[in-house]
């Protein structure tokens, strides 16, 4: 099956720095990605679509500027969280639609936990 | 925009039937999804509805009704293992991006 993983799993950065958190599809081209953000016992929150060769597109209310999204290539994306602060700590996942082409159905990276001190 | 609607917390026991309901509002339907997400893993994808009626995967089924805006997922043979929180999410037409709802939290008991 389609697998994507996601480095680093666990973060802990100091307030102020930057951290890059990325999300690969280990056996399938992906064109697409999307970012989502997910708070303790919360639903998961878009943040973005990533598209491979142009920008990404962000959700309203999530700065662009803070979250650069890079989809360089057909099974990398990355989101940095720039200028990070206590409150950007969450858990961070990325997806990918199927491979199979069925939209509806899309594959989950395990996660990174960010820890913003 | 999109919503949808989920009960927060649902606790059966092993062996029991559940039922977990979704309601949704959205302005183009492209069909009704379930995840699972046991806790700090990754969501996974379970079963989707895009037409009305009962799909059935093992001891997971999904049921559709378009015209009321809802659909359920429905665990059979509950196991500890299902303990989990469980998602329903539609997809745009447009960005064909997934809005998740607020999640179930399920709890099964010995």
């Known amino acids: 099956g389609a697998v994507v993983s996601q480095h680093p799993s666990r973060v802990i950065c100091k307030s102020g720095t930057s951290v890059k958190i990325e999300c690969r599809s280990l056996d399938f081209q992906a064109t697409t990605m999307f970012w989502y953000r997910q708070f303790p016992k919360q639903s998961l929150m878009l943040m973005a679509t990533?598209?491979?060769?142009?920008?990404?597109?962000?959700e309203q209310g999530v700065e662009k500027d803070k979250f650069l999204i890079n989809h360089a290539s057909l099974t990398l994306s990355t989101l940095t969280v720039t200028s990070a602060h206590p409150e950007d700590s969450s858990f961070y996942i990325c997806s990918a639609r199927s491979p199979s082409g069925t939209p509806y159905e899309q594959y989950f990276g395990p996660g990174t936990r960010l820890t913003v001190t | 925009g999109q919503s949808l609607e989920q009960p927060s917390e649902v606790t059966a026991v092993e062996g029991a039937i559940v039922q977990i309901n979704c309601t949704y509002q959205?302005?183009?339907?492209?069909?009704l999804s379930w995840y699972q997400q046991h806790d700090g893993g990754a969501p996974t994808f379970l079963s989707y509805n895009a037409l009305d009626g009962l799909e059935e995967t093992g001891r997971f089924s999904s049921f559709l009704s378009r015209s009321d805006s809802y659909g359920y997922l429905l665990l059979q043979e509950l196991q500890m293992k299902d303990s989990a929180s469980y998602f329903c999410a539609v997809m745009d037409t447009g960005r064909r991006a997934l809005t998740f709802g607020s999640g179930t939290r399920l709890q099964v008991q010995p």
């Open positions: 959205t302005s183009g339907f492209y069909g």
């Open positions: 990533s598209n491979e060769g142009s920008k990404a597109t962000y």
